[in-house]
């Protein structure tokens, strides 16, 4: 899946149609994946689709629109649309992560661990084991459902061990491995932001 302008024109596209709806209010589509059904997924690559995101735990509830990536073995980019153009985007890959806000032309930089995605998203889970998870192997130490719908993934629930419970709804989904230049760190922004600086503007925590 090409992460280029055509690609967040089609998530937003995906929002008007959508607007409203949330995952509060919908059930889940699909039925529990079979064993045939999570064996083909752990088999692939890599997956891509946009959806929608929603994180819940003892702080409170956030919900957002995104368009995401996943690479074996640990290689996960997520972007959260804003109207026309990018309101955040995360990369992990190797070990280190870069978030953006390119709106304020600003970026934080670190190593890819659960504690940084746990100030940044509130989960406390590693870049690595969240791609091994979408891609059907867990680590014990996760507990994960996935939903499937005519043999596609629709939607997969996972809770790390802060009792965050992280839901991603899936629209479109290919399973297969995003082009590796998708999990390209950008240029450099002009500011960087302390991890806290970028905990406070994202505001991703539930």
Do not use: Y
Not at 37 to 49: I, T, W
Not at 106 to 117: K, L, N, P, Y
């Amino acid at each position: 899946m090409n992460f280029g302008p055509v690609l967040r024109a089609r998530a937003a596209r995906i929002i008007l149609v959508l607007l409203g709806w949330s995952l509060g209010t919908c059930a889940a589509r699909g039925h529990i994946a079979t064993p045939g059904e999570m064996a083909r997924l752990k088999e692939a690559g890599g997956l891509s689709a946009s959806g929608r995101l929603t994180l819940a735990g003892p702080q409170g509830r956030f919900s957002a629109r995104v368009v995401f990536g996943a690479a074996r073995p640990d290689s996960l980019r997520i972007e959260i649309p804003s109207g026309a153009g990018l309101r955040f985007l995360l990369i992990a890959r190797e070990g280190r992560l870069r978030a953006d806000l390119p709106g304020e032309d600003a970026m934080f930089e670190g190593q890819a661990t659960g504690e940084i995605m746990n100030r940044l998203f509130g989960i406390d889970v590693e870049p690595g084991d969240l791609v091994q998870a979408l891609l059907g192997a867990a680590p014990e130490s996760m507990s994960v459902t996935w939903r499937f719908e005519r043999a596609r993934p629709t939607h997969v629930t996972l809770e790390g061990s802060n009792r965050t419970r992280l839901s991603l709804a899936v629209d479109d989904p290919e399973v297969e491995s995003p082009a590796d230049r998708a999990f390209d760190f950008p240029p450099p922004r002009g500011r960087s932001l302390t991890l806290g600086e970028m905990s406070d503007r994202l505001g991703l925590r539930p």
